[in-house]
């Protein structure tokens, strides 16, 4: 395997990201035992990740202040890089999976209204995860998955059509390795397809 590995799991809400991500974890805590596995996501617990949050449960109009949450997110962004994510990598025998990254902002905020062009030019610098996993399904679907708990900001079906088609555009936006996953199916098998291209790579 190569000496590190960095992954990311993205997707609009709903798409079972958070689910894959934990089990990921333990299978490659299990099934490669002498990597270590760090979990993270994106927006962090830090102090430009909580403003987001708060922002993200507060806030109502799905289109009200992108280039505000864009400029917050390339913040926590390069904090979560500096702080976590990089110090993890260089150790050594790592592999860090981040439930979000910079293939979310592009999503979102492009959705939202900013241009798609400086969205990418923005997320240029950081770096690029050796593998990327799209899950993809129909945000009808991910709505009835989300049905018991709270909306938040981008969680309404029109919007989160846009987000979606955005999402899909991404392999042709940016030369990263990029995985789209029909993640319709049941978990078990979306866990499957990606833990085989996980496995490629090691």
Do not use: W
Not at 39 to 49: A, C, F, L, N, S
Not at 62 to 74: A, H, Q, T
Not at 80 to 92: C, M, Q
Not at 172 to 188: C, E, F, T, V, W
């Amino acid at each position: 395997m190569k000496k590190s590995l960095f992954i990311v799991i993205d997707g609009i809400d709903g798409s079972g990201k958070t689910e894959i991500v934990k089990m990921l974890h333990n299978y490659l805590s299990s099934a490669y035992k002498k990597y270590r596995v760090l979990t993270t996501r994106e927006p962090t617990d830090g102090r430009y990740g909580k403003r987001i949050r708060k922002m993200l449960r507060e806030e109502k109009d799905p289109k009200s202040n992108g280039r505000k949450i864009m400029e917050l997110f390339v913040k926590d962004r390069q904090r979560h890089l500096k702080n976590e994510i990089e110090p993890f990598l260089e150790s050594g025998n790592a592999v860090v999976l981040c439930d979000r990254y910079y293939y979310s902002t592009i999503a979102f905020q492009a959705a939202q209204g900013l241009d798609v062009n400086e969205l990418i030019a923005k997320n240029k610098p950081f770096r690029k995860p050796e593998i990327a996993f799209i899950l993809d399904v129909k945000p009808e679907i991910a709505l009835e998955r989300m049905v018991y708990r709270q909306k938040e900001k981008f969680e309404h079906l029109e919007f989160m059509r846009k987000i979606r088609a955005n999402f899909l555009k991404m392999p042709k936006l940016l030369k990263d390795n990029i995985k789209i996953i029909n993640a319709s199916k049941p978990l078990k098998n979306v866990f499957e397809i990606v833990k085989k291209e996980v496995d490629k790579l090691i």
